[in-house]
């Protein structure tokens, strides 16, 4: 059964750094593009970052370029999202998701969610 499970979370001052992972079984990680998601109270869910299989190439939303990092590790089965220079505005429940088909992560569409972990940063 497909599963993951996010964490590394916690609460952190601005300009702090965390590191989430994201330990994922029931399928073979190196197959699927993996993207980071979060969401924070009273907002909509927005994809923060993502890496494609193979070439593990990666993209960012543009709030977080130059700052944060994804990375997969397939033989562990875990992805990873470096978070330096933490804001207030980065406060969220940050989730990975599997994509459902595709192995790149343009126009993937994700359906596999973790059960989250919460990112706090104090200002």
Known sequence: QLHFVESGGGLVQTGGSLRLSCVASGFILEHRAIGWFRQAPGKERERVSCVSSGDSSTNYAD???GR???S??????????????LRPEDTAVYYCARA??????????FG?????TQVTVSS
């Open 100 to 109: 459902r088909r595709s192995s790149r992560c343009e126009g993937a569409d």
């Open 63 to 65: 709030s977080v370029k």
């Open 72 to 85: 997969r590790d397939n033989a562990k089965m875990t992805v990873y999202l470096q978070m330096n220079s």
């Open 112 to 116: 596999f969610w973790g059960q989250g």
């Open 68 to 70: 944060f990092t994804i």
